[in-house]
Antibody, heavy 121, light 107 residues
Framework: QVQLQESGPGLVKPSQTLSLSCLVSGGSISSGHYYWSWIRQSPGKGLEWIGR???????EYNPSLESRVAISMDPAKNQFSLQLTSVTAADTAVYYC?????????????WGKGTTVTVSS | EVVLTQSPGTLSLSPGETATLFCKATHNISSSQFAWFQQKPGHTPRLLIH???NRATGIPDRFRGSGSGTDFTLTISSLEPEDFAVYYCHQCAGSPWTFGQGTKVEV
């Protein structure tokens, strides 16, 4: 059974770069059957899709964040990562990594437990 | 961008009653790329319905999804205490993927 686990600093200073990783276990990140995504949820708010990465590094981002976000993957470590630059307090949120189908099905079927990131000096 | 608008924002019901939640999209969505999630405080979203009407593994049959095109519905029959939560609709048919703002089902 595939499991996802986020990791990274819980506190980031304003204007700095938020960096998170998602370790995938129980399956290969190199499978062409899945998209690997980042989603966030600000305190008391709804879910916001940040972006996704597919095999060979093909990426797609939410236009609202596109100028500041980069998602990459490391097949050797079976993980993918999120970088969000120039963060502000508005980027304080729980960040989830997730897997979605790209071939046999088309929905998010696996979520990480989420990691809380606070932007504060 | 496909905007998903959920209604009502909050649904106040009692155990045993039926909850009907709506999700309206600004553009037609392929049913295969539409889903409903349940989220309880402090927990990860849980997949309930995929393909607009297919229950995910382990989801009881009191949860029913229906709809197509721009209008989708989640019906929860005979509410159980554990069903009181926030429900989100979601589409991955168009980029960016989007979620509705959520419907809170409360006692």
């Amino acid at each position: 059974q595939v499991q996802l686990q986020e990791s990274g600093p819980g506190l980031v200073k304003p204007s700095q770069t938020l960096s998170l990783s998602c370790l995938v276990s129980g399956g290969s990140i190199s499978s062409g059957h899945y998209y690997w995504s980042w989603i966030r949820q600000s305190p008391g708010k709804g879910l916001e899709w940040i972006g996704r990465i597919y095999i060979r590094g093909s990426t797609e981002y939410n236009p609202s964040l596109e100028s500041r976000v980069a998602i990459s993957m490391d097949p050797a470590k079976n993980q993918f990562s999120l970088q969000l630059t120039s963060v502000t307090a508005a980027d304080t949120a729980v960040y989830y990594c997730a897997r979605a189908g790209a071939y046999l099905f088309y929905y998010i079927d696996v979520w990480g437990k989420g990691t809380t990131v606070t932007v504060s000096s | 961008e496909v905007v998903l608008t959920q209604s009502p924002g909050t649904l106040s019901l009692s155990p045993g009653e039926t909850a009907t939640l709506f999700c309206k999209a600004t553009h037609n969505i392929s049913s295969s790329q539409f889903a409903w999630f349940q989220q309880k405080p402090g927990h990860t979203p849980r997949l309930l319905i995929h393909g607009a009407s297919n229950r995910a593994t382990g989801i009881p049959d009191r949860f029913r999804g229906s709809g197509s095109g721009t209008d989708f519905t989640l019906t929860i029959s005979s509410l159980e205490p554990e069903d009181f939560a926030v429900y989100y609709c979601h589409q991955c048919a168009g980029s960016p993927w989007t979620f509705g703002q959520g419907t809170k089902v409360e006692v």
